[in-house]
Structures are given as structure tokens and as C-alpha cells.
């Protein structure tokens, strides 16, 4: 079946460490998206990218860094740069035209200490 | 500019009455809509989307959605809720010429009453 795998789902770090979220897909997309999702808010972009070694910066994209050497792979580094780090980040995928739905994995908690 | 505003951060139903979930938009063009379901500690999941053809669009689980230009509105409802729908659900604002361009909700939470 083809989709979104995030990994792991739970991760937890102490405060100064750089953590790498994994986000791999077998959909054939061309564009990949980073989200992050605090409780009680929606959804805020990250990084995104809609081909292969080629990224662009969302809303939020300080303390964190992307890279998308292969198009099915999109990790998300998470650097001691980032203030507030613990959060449920959700990686997505879609086909490259506008109207085409996001496909989502199933997220991977963040709790740094 | 785009925007997105659900009038409702939660909404509590009884069991096998009617769900109205509101969404209101903003967009200079025309736009593609979406509403997602997300369940505790899970990723979003589709459950309908508007891009220009029908006005009444029909999702999974029963729930359906609304595009009414004149109201800038595409509410989500469902004609009898079930406990199994209780979760989280984001209305959702693509501009159709770009998919970077996307705008979330906030979300809106719907509890279901035994």
C-alpha cells in the first residue's frame, strides 16, 4: 500500500541536541511538507520542497533544517537552535499542482528535556 | 491573501444528531477546499475536498460539505453523528495554481454525547 512512514513515533532528546525526524514516502510525489502542531493549534509549515534538491522555508523554518536528496525522503533535523522544540511534527506529501490533496503520515512526537 | 476562519474551536453533539461544523474563507481566486479529520496522535486524514465542479461535495464517513460562493462558506456536516467521529477536524485552503499555497484552520474539535 502506498504512504507516508514517519519515524519513530515517539523521540525523546535533552536540550542542546540536534534530532533527525525521518519522512518517507512511496506515493510517487513530487512535493513534501514538514508541519509542526502544538496542542490546541493548527498546523504551521515548516519547510517544504516540490522537487529533489530543491527546498524552500516556511513560517517557521528557524532552528530547523531540511534535506531532499532523494524525492521519496524528506528528513527534518531539529538543531539546539530551535527554542521551543517539543511538539507533534507531521511530515505530508502531494502531487505538484495546486487543488491535489496533502497525504499524511501519522507524526512523530518530540519531547526534549 | 488567503485565509481560513472555523467559527467553532469545539462542537458537542449527541449521538445520532446532526454535526454542523463551520468554515469560512477568504481567497482572491478560486480555490480548492478541503476538510481533514485527525484522531488523537494520528496524522490527518481526507475527508473531502471542493475543487470547482459539484457544490455539494460527499466525503467518507457519511459527511458532506457545501461550497456557497455568495457566503464565502464551505460548512462540513453529517446527518447523524457517531462516536467513532469524535476527533479533530481542519478546513482546509489550497490556491489551485500553486500547492505550496496552503492555509489551515485552526481546527475544531467535536466531542460526541453517549
Known amino acids: 500500500d502506498g504512504g507516508i512512514t514517519q519515524s519513530p513515533k515517539y523521540l525523546f532528546r535533552k536540550e542542546g541536541q540536534n534530532v533527525t525526524l525521518s519522512c518517507e514516502q512511496n506515493?510517487?510525489?513530487?512535493?513534501m511538507y514538514w508541519y509542526r502542531q502544538d496542542p490546541g493549534q493548527g498546523l504551521r509549515l515548516i519547510y517544504y520542497s516540490q522537487i529533489v534538491n530543491d527546498f524552500q522555508k516556511g513560517d517557521i523554518a528557524e532552528g530547523y533544517s531540511v534535506s531532499r536528496e532523494k524525492k521519496e525522503s524528506f528528513p527534518l533535523t531539529v538543531t539546539s537552535a530551535q527554542k521551543n522544540p517539543t511538539a507533534f511534527y507531521l511530515c505530508?506529501?502531494?502531487?505538484?499542482?495546486?487543488?491535489?490533496?496533502?497525504?499524511f503520515g501519522n507524526g512523530t512526537r518530540l519531547t526534549v528535556t | 491573501a488567503q485565509s481560513v476562519t472555523q467559527l467553532d474551536s469545539h462542537v458537542s453533539v449527541s449521538e445520532g444528531t446532526p454535526v454542523l461544523l463551520r468554515c469560512n474563507y477568504s481567497s482572491s481566486y478560486s480555490p480548492s477546499l478541503f476538510w481533514y479529520v485527525q484522531h488523537p496522535n494520528k496524522g490527518l486524514q481526507l475527508l473531502l475536498k471542493?475543487?470547482?465542479?459539484?457544490?455539494l461535495v460527499k466525503g467518507i464517513n457519511g459527511f458532506e460539505a457545501e461550497f456557497k460562493k455568495s457566503e464565502t462558506s464551505f460548512h462540513l456536516t453529517k446527518p447523524s453523528a457517531h462516536m467513532s467521529d469524535a476527533a479533530e477536524y481542519f478546513c482546509v485552503v489550497s490556491l489551485y495554481s500553486s500547492a505550496s499555497k496552503i492555509i489551515f484552520g485552526s481546527g475544531t474539535r467535536l466531542s460526541i454525547r453517549p
Open positions: 505530508a506529501s502531494s502531487m505538484d499542482r495546486g487543488g491535489s490533496p496533502l497525504h
Open positions: 471542493y475543487t470547482s465542479a459539484a457544490t
Open positions: 506515493l510517487n510525489h513530487d512535493a
